[in-house]
């Protein structure tokens, strides 16, 4: 990482991100990539009204996310090819399951970011980019449960993250 010459919070290096991630602190960046994953997880996750979506939601997730490389945002597609070059081999620390308030919150903090660095087109691809990889999610496990539809469960944290994301 490097300083800003000023002392403010250190900035991605250059030198190993995509260029549209330079002006983002680590912290900043990391949030930012981390936070499709942590939806997925959260979509995919059954509950007391949501029954297990299956493997066939995660993996919806997965190219969800693959997707973001056609969109037509630098900041999306920087993520993407920052979230695919994770493979140095080394194992993350275990996380424990993501909860809703907790990517709630992950939500908004990126919202902050982006609203204070980011391009307002390629914050707004970034946030629909977002709902649509959980849509996908929730969309997939469904289908795995074809005779229940679409659970309410979905629907209501869909709506969720549609308002911690600032859609509308």
Known sequence: MRRPASGGSPEADPR???ACAAGYSATEWALITDLPAR???????????RPDPGVAAGLA?????????AFDSDLVRAVVATIYSRHDGVTPPARPPADLV???AACRAVIRVLDRRADPADSAAYRQWVQSVAARVCRAGSQ??????????DRRLLDRLGAALALG
């Open 102 to 104: 907790e990517v709630l």
């Open 16 to 18: 190993t991100l995509p």
């Open 144 to 153: 795995t449960r074809p005779e229940e539809g679409s659970a309410p469960a």
């Open 61 to 69: 997730g997965l190219e969800a996310i693959a997707a973001g490389r």
């Open 39 to 49: 939806v997925i997880v959260l979509a995919a996750r059954p509950g007391p009204d």
